[in-house]
């Protein structure tokens, strides 16, 4: 049975669907909402759930890029890499969030605290260069803010 750091068995995510074979992606997102990725475990209970093969849960999740299928950290840093935010240095931003958190784009820090990833745009493009921490949007975003923004978005009281 797979447990999420906050104690949410996977069964309790099931518990809210009805088996049917339409439920398969309310499901997988359900199961990330709760435990933060997919694992193989839950896409195999995911696959006696609704009683299709595994092949077909992994494939389903493997098609959108909204799923991920390791832990990732507590706070979610995006840093966009789109046209306007790239003629306007975020690959320079990028290089210090990467400085930073001591981690590479794609990768998770040690202690699961945060997790960096590169967008395309979220839509924001005047703002550019746009750094996306957790759901807080970012813009004019310079290699000398990323500290202060890191420190102040992962503080107890933005928890
Ligand atoms: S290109 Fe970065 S917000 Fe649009």
């Known amino acids: 049975m797979c447990i999420d750091n906050n104690g949410t068995s996977f069964g309790d995510v099931l518990s809210e669907f009805t088996g049917k074979r339409s439920e398969l992606i309310p499901i997988l997102q359900a199961t990330q909402n709760a435990m933060g990725y997919l694992s193989l475990e839950a896409m195999k209970e995911i696959a ?39 003629v306007r240095g975020a690959t320079q931003v990028m290089d210090a969030v990467e400085r930073e958190l001591g981690i590479c784009c794609g990768d ?26 957790d759901e807080e949007v970012h813009g004019q975003m310079e290699s000398g803010k990323v500290k202060k923004i890191i420190k102040k978005e992962a503080s107890p009281i933005n928890v």
């Not at 609704?50 to 909204?66: D, H, K, M, N, R």
Request: charged letters at 15%; a neutral charge.
């Open 48 to 86: 006696d759930f609704l009683s299709i093969p595994e092949s077909q849960v992994y494939g389903a999740a493997t098609f959108y890029a909204q799923f991920y299928f390791t832990r990732r950290g507590k706070h979610q840093v995006k840093v966009c890499l789109g046209t306007a935010c790239h």
């Open 108 to 133: 998770t820090t040690p202690d699961y605290e945060y997790s960096l990833e590169r967008v395309a745009c979220v839509g924001a493009c005047a703002l550019a260069p746009v750094v996306v921490f």
